[in-house]
């Protein structure tokens, strides 16, 4: 029963180019999660999602970035023009229903992105 | 303003040692979770407090809920080099009860 898949694992990418960031959740998982974690802090959230709607991107930056998960497919989380500060590491999280219901979120192992 | 704001940041002890971490908040919560992320690894569920006051042991790991369900507190006892990483909060929260993390304290045990 694999985990929560995330890749790349490593991507590099320079000023203004684009980035994606692929989540495949756990077998049976609906809900995913994307988390964003800069050095040495803790991980902030970024946006909630349910196959084909999302639920809640109230920490996903106004501009640049979106997040999809579509019916067929894993989630990707896609970041336009990078810069820099986009730097970090992207969790993505699946569960089978809400995590407040007692359904346990799994995350990956992360995709750490550094813009050169 | 962060809503789960953990203390220390930063931790260095010996190998051997006792210590105590920390995670408060001025709201009520109906449980709080605390994770252990290492190095290049996602953060992975250590425990689930959820009655005020509750106390749950986890091999050399004690986690304790406080009576007003605001904080919570974690000791960890004769800490060992493989108890290094990153410990994290986190409770329910925001309209969508997405998961919210605290701050975090890095955790490094020298041999």
């Known amino acids: 029963n694999a985990g929560v898949m995330q890749n790349p694992r490593h991507l590099v990418r320079r000023r203004g180019q684009e980035a994606r960031l692929r989540c495949s959740p756990m077998?049976?998982?609906?809900?995913v999660y994307w988390y964003r974690q800069l050095p040495e802090e803790g991980l902030k959230f970024m946006v909630y999602?349910?196959?084909?709607?999302?639920?809640?991107e109230s920490g996903m930056p106004k501009e640049r970035f979106s997040a999809e998960f579509p019916k067929e497919g894993p989630s990707i989380l896609r970041i336009q023009q990078v810069v820099r500060g986009d730097s970090a590491a992207y969790f993505c999280?699946?569960?089978?229903?809400?995590?407040?219901?007692?359904?346990?979120?799994?995350f990956g192992e992360g995709s750490w992105l550094t813009v050169v | 303003t962060q809503l789960l704001e953990q203390s220390p940041q930063f931790l260095s002890i010996q190998e051997g040692e006792n210590l105590t971490v920390y995670c408060n908040s001025s709201?009520?919560?109906?449980?709080l979770q605390w994770y252990r992320q290492e190095p290049g690894e996602g953060p992975v569920l250590l425990v689930t407090?959820?009655?005020?006051?509750e106390v749950k042991k986890l091999k050399r790991l004690t986690f304790q809920f406080g009576d007003a369900r605001k904080d919570s507190s974690l000791h960890i006892t004769a800490a060992q080099p493989g108890d290094t990483g990153l410990y994290l909060c986190?409770?329910?929260?925001?309209?969508?009860?997405?998961?919210?993390f605290g701050t975090g304290t890095l955790l490094a045990v020298q041999p």
């Open positions: 999602l349910q196959k084909e709607n999302i639920i809640d």
């Open positions: 407090v959820v009655t005020g006051g």
């Open positions: 077998k049976g998982h609906s809900h």
């Open positions: 986190a409770v329910y929260g925001g309209a969508t009860n997405k998961l919210i």
């Open positions: 709201s009520v919560f109906s449980s």
């Open positions: 999280a699946s569960s089978r229903g809400t995590g407040q219901s007692g359904n346990t979120i799994y």
